[in-house]
């Protein structure tokens, strides 16, 4: 069976709709970071998440390296730093532009993030131009915030949710 265009399969994908996260790193190899919607959650038990990277990113050789990355779910105010993380610009500049900490692995966790996934990288996967990671999930922060930034049709959005308690209270959890 034939194969569809990667450019049909582009536009398609724009329709889906995801969220935006950072995906950070940082060890022996280095700190770095990349905007990333190839994020999906892949069971509860142990928690894992799977990040795809493109294995020709300026952050493959650092994440793949270090073996740890922080997920760090991005609220409606962090358009800006989606665009920094998105390419082209020198990692220390990407990092300067916010405040960031750290949880159990080392990796850089953004101050004000929606949700921030602190992993270390139990699997990969090749898959055509990108790696696919299973993240197993160490430590967690979530800040409360109730908006989140949405990629959708090749522009940024933001949805919100209407009752603040949805969210629930402002919690960090896991090894300290
Ligand atoms: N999974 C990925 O690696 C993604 C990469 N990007 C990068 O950001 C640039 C700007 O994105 P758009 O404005 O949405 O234009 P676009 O037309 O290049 O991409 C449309 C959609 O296709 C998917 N996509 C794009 N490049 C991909 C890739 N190399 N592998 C797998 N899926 C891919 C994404 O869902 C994206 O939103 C892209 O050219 C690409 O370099 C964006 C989204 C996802
Ligand atoms: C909204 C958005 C989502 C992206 N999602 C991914 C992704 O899931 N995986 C990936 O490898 N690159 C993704 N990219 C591309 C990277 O953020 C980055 O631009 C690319 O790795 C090249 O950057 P470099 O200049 O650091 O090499 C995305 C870019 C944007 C703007």
Not at 49 to 60: K, Q
Not at 85 to 98: L, N, S
Request: hydrophobic content about 40%; some cysteine.
């Amino acid at each position: 069976m034939q194969d569809v265009a990667p450019r049909d399969y582009r536009d398609a994908m724009a329709c889906l709709g995801a969220a935006v996260s950072i995906v950070t790193t940082d060890g022996g190899a280095g700190r770095t970071g990349f905007t990333a919607s190839a994020i999906c959650s892949v069971t509860d038990d142990p928690p894992t998440l799977l990040v795809c990277i493109n294995r020709g990113s300026s952050a493959y050789a650092g994440v793949t390296r270090n073996k740890v990355v922080c997920i760090n779910v991005l609220s409606a105010r962090h358009e800006q730093l989606s665009r920094l993380f998105g390419g082209k610009v020198p990692a220390e500049e990407r990092f300067a532009a916010a405040a960031w900490s750290t949880l159990a692995t080392g990796a850089p966790v953004l101050a004000d993030c929606a949700a921030a996934f602190d992993c270390r990288i139990a699997d990969v996967v090749n898959v055509g131009t990108h790696d696919v990671l299973f993240c197993r999930v160490v430590a967690l922060q979530r800040s409360g915030r109730t908006d989140n930034l949405i990629y959708f049709g090749r522009a940024y959005h933001t949805v919100g949710m209407t009752d603040p308690a949805e969210a629930g209270p402002d919690s960090t959890s896991g090894p300290s």
